[in-house]
């Protein structure tokens, strides 16, 4: 039975799952005794001996240890040591061995600091070989109690309770310094071996003030959520495999770093949307009543805010003015002149000549698309003169265009030949595609016969890569 104690406290550590970090070490110091045999706390000084012992360490997060002690060490105390007790004249010396299972509760060491203070507190298995001397006196009977005391039969195993206080310093990865003082009760006044001789309406008590040094192993997890720190991309936050190691406070399948709304949850980044409007609670002033974003999530009866309800609203998703029913002005030809005012809404023109071309000989409008170097694409400039010249053509059956292309100087006679070529082809495709009939076109390439600036200057080139495009009525 005497040995159960033993394995107890040193197996228990080892039964806990987890990959926590290890720490084993040894504990060097003193050990002082407080009882019968000490009148003070001031004279608990005297009779300091030597302790040392084993430690074994495992660490279960940023804030708790679990800890098993193994120490050893001599208590004594001599009456000899102090004037008031010279003629009692009792003296002891006891060995004892204290294997004892503590848990740490660490303080939050500061930012990069390598010290953690810590407090202990825990149960152990005390064995004590108490060795008193009773009948040391020069002269006389011997004090009252002796006789009790030596036919005392009290336990030399017993529970103790140990606590106290604590300093770890990391040195490095993998060795720390440490200090720590702590007092033992093991609930008995026999200690010394003496209590009737004493003070048997007191118990005694013994302490340790030593230093540690401990190696560390095993897989670092300082937050103790099971998942190595080298895996793990929240090492001082407890989380879940499923999230890196970082937590997920509201679970709701989104982690606290990605989370706006890290305690409630939600489908909008984590936020709640009570009313399915797509904007998250925390930003709707109408949390309870869809409503559109410019809105700030509130419901109105006037979708797009130009000031008519939506009942008599023509269209309630553009903004209008009242004469048009709340739709909006439209320039189809992209000409600058609203449809209203434009005597020729699908044909580009002039505002002297109320939005319609200017009639200049045969040609009833003369337009210019410009290009970059070697290039044949249409942007979307070029796309807006060319959807309003094919709504023209569609309408204007007696209407003829002329797609004429050209390209600076910088290559060939032959290469800007089929160059000038793809820029009208481009244009005829596109007319075509937009529903101009081809009856109505005629596209050709002229390379760089024409050209409308001196060659040699980015200026001039820049005008003379064009395809130009010449409305005409038959």
């Known amino acids: 039975m005497k040995r159960f104690p033993l394995l107890f406290f040193l197996i228990v550590p080892f039964l806990l799952s987890g990959q926590n970090r290890w720490e084993g070490g040894l504990l060097s110091g003193a050990s002082f005794y407080q009882g019968d045999l000490t009148p003070s706390a001031a004279s608990t000084i005297r009779e300091v001996r030597p302790a040392y012992g084993l430690l074994l360490r495992r660490n279960m997060g940023q804030q708790f240890s679990l800890r098993a002690n ?27 061995t204290e294997l004892s299972l503590l848990l740490e509760w660490r303080l939050a060491p500061a930012t990069g600091s390598r010290l953690e203070p810590y407090f202990f507190a825990g149960g152990g298995w005390l064995q004590i070989a108490p060795r008193p001397e009773f009948l040391n ?35 490095n990865e993998r060795w720390a310094l440490g ?50 720190d080298a ?64 809105r700030a999530g509130c419901p109105s009866d006037d979708s797009d805010g130009d000031g008519i309800p939506d009942k008599e609203d023509r269209c309630p998703h553009q903004v209008g003015p009242p004469a048009r029913q709340g739709c909006p002005l439209l320039d189809s030809d992209q000409d600058g002149i609203e449809d209203d005012r434009d005597q020729c809404p699908l044909v580009p023109g002039s505002s002297a000549n109320a939005g319609c071309p200017e009639v200049v000989g045969n040609t009833e409008a003369s337009y210019r698309l410009l290009f970059e170097p070697y290039d044949t694409g249409l942007d979307e400039q070029h796309r807006l003169l060319l959807n309003a010249l094919a709504a023209a053509l569609a309408r204007q059956p007696s209407a003829f265009l002329l797609i004429k292309g050209h390209a600076d100087e910088q290559d060939t006679a032959g290469g800007n030949q089929q160059l000038s070529l793809r820029r009208a082809r481009a244009c005829y495709q596109y007319l075509l595609q937009r529903g101009a009939p081809s009856r109505q076109m005629h596209f050709d390439g002229y390379g760089d016969n024409y050209l409308l600036a001196p060659a040699g200057s980015d200026a001039g080139r820049h005008l003379n890569r064009r395809v130009e495009l010449e409305l005409q009525l038959q």
């Open 70 to 96: 193994v120490l050893r060490g001599t208590l004594s105390g001599d009456d000899a040591n102090y004037n008031d007790f010279a003629g009692r004249a009792l003296s002891f010396s006891t060995r004892f």
């Open 137 to 171: 006196q020069p002269g006389g009977p011997p004090p009252k109690g002796v006789k009790e005391d030596i036919q005392a039969d009290y336990a030399r195993s017993r529970f103790a309770l140990p606590f106290g206080f604590g300093l770890e310093y990391s040195l």
């Open 179 to 228: 200090a720590e003082g702590g007092l033992r009760t093991a609930f008995t006044d026999y200690l010394d071996g003496i209590s009737q001789a004493g003070n048997p309406e007191k118990k005694d008590w013994f302490g340790f003030l030593g230093v540690t040094i401990a190696y560390r192993w095993g897989t670092p997890d300082q937050d103790g959520d099971g998942i190595a």
């Open 231 to 294: 895996r793990d991309n929240c090492p001082a936050l407890a989380g879940t495999a499923i999230h890196k190691g970082c937590p997920d406070t509201d679970a709701d399948g989104i982690a606290d770093q990605e989370d706006d709304c890290p305690l409630l949850a939600g489908p909008l980044r984590g936020c709640p949307d009570s009313d399915g409007d797509g904007i998250a609670d925390h930003i709707d002033q109408c949390p309870d009543t869809p409503g559109p974003a410019f």
